[in-house]
């Protein structure tokens, strides 16, 4: 008997290519999911339509808020008109949670977790782990504190890793007024693994020898949480004051200039922002490009592109060593190859059957 799965979203989101890209599986595996009995339908609001499903998957972006946490008092009305609620964190860190859903919702589904769950169960300061090293270590302050709230632990059976932006083919410099046009255009525009089949077609012939560029490193530094904001704006003042005149530091470009700079660069440089996982490294990926991040070790997320010294080269929150890791990996053009190698496989895994597989599976694990 067929199942019916209806996914909430907010029609009002102005970059579709990575919020609606998000959601692009249950476009591209639409049949797929026919053949296991499961339909799924989009709404940009609660109806009475909506309600009538067997799975109401809820999102982070599309409710209510007091503060820095969700209206409980909504969220417990649609959950007495249809308990099979299923909660998406689409927050960016896996440090900011929404942990006062839990005991109303099946299953809470993340991008990225922290590998270890008992930090979920610690008070953080700053709601991120980097926020709270600097916060303790370099006598940062927030202007306002964050607040969520800590896991009760028979509660963490329900949490379940989801993917990340990695799913996305980055539309993010097209705009869509509504939902129906960017699905349209997904189907005509893309077939499964069309857009990801250059990823690896060139590789044997890969030679940065002749980029003009040793690193390039844009990133926004204005963020309200200094707690936040530290660690750019650090890396930033080191990127400056490091003399080297083969590089690009926060210039501004058109979207087809960007990605020309970004090929013609031999690496790309960036921290930790509002989350752990940036679309700035599936962009170098994309372009066939070392990148060099803060260490990712105590994150899990998927597709995991974040393998220590075998995908990408990182450093630590203190910057010990940055510097000469980063001469080392602009000088050494086998390192750079190993990473841009790694890093494009596993990207092109996950658009490709074991993507699909990944997906499938997943959402058999959420519903059942």
């Keep these: 008997m067929k199942k019916k799965i209806n996914i909430l979203i907010n029609e009002e989101a102005r970059f579709l290519g990575l919020y609606y890209g998000y959601w692009n599986w249950f476009f591209l595996f639409e049949k797929d999911l026919k053949e296991l009995d499961l339909e799924v339908n989009f709404y940009s609001g609660i109806n009475k339509k909506f309600l009538e499903a067997d799975y109401l998957f809820l999102n982070s972006r599309s409710l209510p808020k007091n503060n820095d946490f969700i209206d409980i008092a909504y969220l417990k009305k649609l959950y007495s008109k249809n308990s099979n609620l299923y909660w998406f964190d689409m927050r960016d860190s896996a440090g900011t949670t929404q942990f006062e ?18 930090l979920y169960s610690k008070k953080i300061e700053g709601g991120r782990f980097y926020s709270d090293y600097y916060i303790k270590n370099y006598n940062i302050r927030d202007t306002q504190d964050y607040n969520s709230e800590l896991i009760n632990p028979i509660y963490l059976n329900k949490l379940i890793l989801g993917w990340n932006l990695g799913v ?23 077939f499964y693994n069309k857009n990801y089949s250059m990823i690896l077609d060139d590789f044997e012939n890969w030679d940065d020898d002749g980029k003009k560029f040793d690193f390039i490193s844009l990133m926004n530094t204005n963020i309200y949480r200094n707690s936040v904001a530290y660690q750019r704006k650090n890396l930033q003042k080191i990127l400056i004051n490091y003399d080297n005149k083969n590089k690009i ?51 899990e997320t998927w597709p995991n592109i974040y393998h220590k010294n075998e995908t990408y080269q990182p450093y630590d929150l203190d910057f010990k060593n940055f510097l000469d890791d980063l001469k080392n990996l602009i000088n050494n053009v086998n390192l750079r190859k190993k990473f841009v190698h790694n890093s494009k496989q596993i990207l092109y895994d996950c658009h490709s059957l074991k993507g699909k597989n990944y997906f499938l599976n997943k959402i058999n694990e959420i519903i059942s």
Excluded: H
């Design 249 to 299: 530091i926060n210039n501004r470009y058109s979207k087809r200039d960007y990605y020309k700079t970004l090929r013609n660069s031999k690496v790309s440089v960036g921290a930790y922002g509002w989350g752990e996982v940036c679309y700035r490294e599936f962009e170098a990926i994309k372009c066939g490009v070392a990148f060099m991040t803060a260490d990712m070790s105590n994150i």
């Design 101 to 118: 859903v839990l005991p109303y919702v099946k299953k809470y589904i993340k991008k990225q977790f922290y590998k270890d769950k008992t």
């Design 168 to 190: 996305s083919f980055f539309f993010d410099s097209i705009k869509f007024s509504k939902m129906e046009y960017y699905k349209e255009f997904l189907k005509k525009k893309f």
